[in-house]
C-alpha cells in the first residue's frame, strides 16, 4: 500500500498583537472576561446602575450573555439569561423604546440558509423583576421574515417615538437570489409601529415585467445622522456586491429623497460611472474629523487584490459645502500591507470615533477582519494637519480578525477605553476571546467632559439628536447615535469630548423633538446650555443635560 503524502501543517501566526504598548493594556482578565469570548458586543448599563455591563454574542447567530459589572470588585460578573426562554439572534439593539427609563432590547437575525431556526426581528421589554433583569417578548413587528442585516433606531418625524429602519439585504427564497427593499417603520408608542416605507422615494418602485424592484439594493448596514443639517435625521446605507449606497436626506420628517449620487456618497468618481461600480460596504460612520463644522463621514469595505480600480474602498468623506445637497470629498484609505504586499485583501467591517490621548481630535478605530493573518486591527491616529495615520502595531493593538469593537470608559477616569473580539472568519485558529484595552493616557492636565442627554418630550437618550461643544478655540460635533453598521455592536451612551487645554464655553443640543408652525411645519427644538460656570480644564466632568434646559451633575436625575 502505498504511502499517503505527508501534509505539512498550515502555518502558524500571532493572533493576539505583535508587541505589547504602553499605552493600551491588556487587561481582560483583571476585569473578569478571561476565556470569554465575542464577535459582537454591547456597552450599555442594562441595570441602571451607573456602570456600563457587557453584553456578548460569541458567534455570528448566538444567544446573549450578559456579564453585568460589579463596580465593588471592578469585575464583570456571568449573570443568568434574562429573557423567558433561549433566545438567539444575529445582533442586538439596546434601546429605551417604551420611554420608561429602561433599555429594551431588539434582537434581529440576518435569516441565511445557515440559520435552522429564522426569526423576523423581535421585540423585548426591559425591566427589574425582585432585583434581577428580565425582559418580556412584545408583539411582533409588521413585517415578514427578511434578510434584515440591521436595524437603526431613529425618530424620522421627532414626535418623540423612536421609529426604526430595517436594512435588508440578498433574499435567497428564490433560485436567483434578489436584492430585497428596505424598510421604515413609524413608532407609535408602546412597542407599536406601523409601515411608514412609502416615504422612502422609489424604494418601492416594481418592474412588473421582470417582477423585481428596481430601485432595491442589498443593504447590509446603515446609520442616522442629520446629514445636511436640517434638523431631521438622514439614513446612510452601506451596500454590497457593488451596488450604489443611499443618502436618504429626510427633507421634512415625512420624505426621504435618495441624494447619494448627488452627494458623492454613492461611489467614487470611476465606479460611479459603471454600473455595480460600487463597493462591497459595511458601515458608514458620521462625524466632524476636522471639526470644520460640516458633516463628514467614514466609510469601510471589503476589499481585494483582484478588485478592478474602480471597485471603491474605505475612504474618509470630507464635507464640502453648506449648500444642499450636501458633497464630500473622497480620500480612500489604504492600509499598510497594501503597500508591501502584491498580495492583500482587506475586509473593513467596522469603525468606531475615539479620542484617545486627550487632544481633541477623533482617532478612528477598524476591525479589518476575515484575511488572516494580515487582517487585524487599525489604529488611525488623526494628526494636526488632519492625516490619518495608522499606529496600531506601535500602540500594542493589532490583533488578527477584530470583530464587534465598543469604546466605554472601563475604570471612569474619563480616557476612553475599548474591548473588541475576534472572529474564525479564514481562521479556525482564532478562538474569539475578548481584548479589554484599558488606557493608560496621562492627562497632564487636558480635559474631557461626557454629557447624558434625557429627554423628556424626545426619546429617552436623546436618539438622532446633535450635539455641538464649543471652546474659546473650535466647536465639536457628535451624533448622538450608538449603534449602527452591519449586524452592529454598541458603544457606551454619551456624547463624549475630549478638548485638550482649551476652555469650555457652552453646548448645544438640536432635540430629537419638534412642535409645528403657523404653516403646519416642523421646528425641530434646539437649546443651549452655558458651561462657563464651570471649572472643567484639567479634568474629567459628566453632566446630564436636560430637554428643558437644566444642565445637573451626572448623580442627579433631569426627572
Not at 421627532?158 to 421604515?184: C, I, M
Amino acid at each position: 500500500m502505498a504511502e499517503r503524502p505527508v501534509v505539512a501543517a498550515p502555518p502558524k501566526y500571532l493572533l493576539g498583537p505583535e508587541t505589547p504598548g504602553k499605552i493600551f493594556v491588556d487587561k481582560t482578565e483583571e476585569y473578569g472576561l478571561k476565556n470569554v469570548q465575542a464577535v459582537h458586543l454591547y456597552a450599555v448599563d442594562v441595570n441602571r446602575d451607573g456602570h456600563p455591563d457587557l453584553i456578548a454574542l460569541e458567534d455570528f447567530y448566538s444567544s446573549p450573555k450578559f456579564y453585568l459589572f460589579n463596580p465593588a470588585l471592578k469585575k464583570f460578573e456571568l449573570a443568568s439569561n434574562p429573557f423567558d426562554s433561549i433566545v438567539r439572534g444575529s445582533y442586538l439593539n439596546f434601546v429605551d423604546i417604551d420611554h420608561d427609563g429602561f433599555y429594551d432590547v431588539i434582537v434581529g437575525s440576518l435569516n441565511q440558509k445557515t440559520e435552522m431556526t429564522q426569526y423576523p426581528a423581535r421585540l423585548y421589554k426591559g425591566e427589574m423583576r425582585e432585583g434581577h433583569l428580565h425582559y418580556k417578548e412584545q408583539p411582533p413587528l409588521p413585517t415578514t421574515l427578511l434578510p434584515t442585516a440591521t436595524i437603526s433606531v431613529l425618530d424620522f418625524n421627532l414626535d418623540g417615538q423612536l421609529d426604526l429602519f430595517l436594512a435588508n439585504w440578498f433574499s435567497y427564497k428564490d433560485l436567483t437570489p434578489r436584492p430585497v427593499p428596505d424598510l421604515l417603520l413609524l413608532g407609535k408608542g408602546h412597542f407599536n409601529f406601523e409601515d411608514a416605507s412609502s416615504g422612502l422615494r422609489g424604494e418601492y418602485d416594481y418592474n412588473k415585467t421582470d417582477k423585481v424592484y428596481s430601485n432595491a439594493t442589498p443593504t447590509f448596514g446603515a446609520s442616522t445622522c442629520d446629514v445636511d443639517k436640517n434638523g431631521f435625521p438622514d439614513i446612510l446605507t452601506s451596500t454590497s456586491n457593488g451596488y450604489y449606497s443611499k443618502l436618504w436626506l429626510n427633507i421634512d420628517g415625512r420624505n426621504f429623497v435618495n441624494y447619494a449620487n448627488e452627494s458623492g456618497y454613492a461611489a467614487d468618481e470611476e465606479g460611479s460611472e459603471q454600473t455595480k461600480g460600487g463597493g462591497n460596504s459595511f458601515y458608514s460612520l458620521c462625524g466632524d474629523y476636522n471639526n470644520d463644522t460640516l458633516i463628514d463621514v467614514a466609510i469601510g469595505n471589503l476589499s481585494r487584490d483582484s478588485d478592478p480600480e474602480s471597485r471603491d474602498r474605505s475612504a474618509i468623506l470630507s464635507g464640502s459645502t453648506k449648500s444642499f445637497p450636501p458633497k464630500f470629498i473622497r480620500s480612500e484609505i489604504y492600509h499598510l500591507n497594501q503597500v508591501e504586499k502584491t498580495r492583500w485583501s482587506e475586509g473593513d467591517r467596522r469603525g468606531v470615533w475615539i479620542d484617545y490621548n486627550l487632544d481633541g481630535l477623533t482617532d478612528l478605530l477598524v476591525d479589518n477582519s476575515g484575511f488572516p493573518p494580515d487582517s487585524r486591527l487599525v489604529f488611525y491616529e488623526q494628526q494636526k494637519d488632519h492625516e490619518y495615520v495608522d499606529r496600531s502595531k506601535e500602540l500594542g493593538i493589532n490583533l488578527v480578525n477584530p470583530s464587534g469593537t465598543v469604546t466605554l470608559d472601563l475604570n471612569g477616569d474619563g480616557v476612553m477605553d475599548f474591548i473588541t473580539g475576534q472572529s474564525k472568519i479564514r481562521a479556525g485558529d482564532v478562538d474569539n476571546r475578548i481584548y479589554v484595552f484599558e488606557n493608560q493616557t496621562k492627562r497632564e492636565g487636558r480635559g474631557s467632559v461626557r454629557f447624558h442627554l434625557r429627554g423628556k418630550n424626545a426619546n429617552t437618550h436623546g436618539l438622532s439628536s446633535s450635539v455641538t461643544f464649543t471652546t474659546n478655540k473650535t466647536t465639536r460635533f457628535f451624533n448622538v447615535e450608538y449603534n449602527s453598521g452591519s449586524l452592529p455592536s454598541q458603544n457606551e451612551e454619551g456624547s463624549y469630548f475630549a478638548f485638550d487645554k482649551e476652555t469650555p464655553k457652552s453646548v448645544s443640543v438640536r432635540w430629537a423633538f419638534a412642535s409645528k408652525d403657523r404653516l403646519d411645519r416642523l421646528l425641530p427644538k434646539t437649546v443651549k446650555y452655558n458651561l462657563g460656570k464651570f471649572q472643567l480644564q484639567g479634568k474629567h466632568t459628566e453632566f446630564n443635560l436636560c430637554e428643558d434646559g437644566r444642565i445637573l451633575p451626572r448623580t442627579k436625575s433631569c426627572n
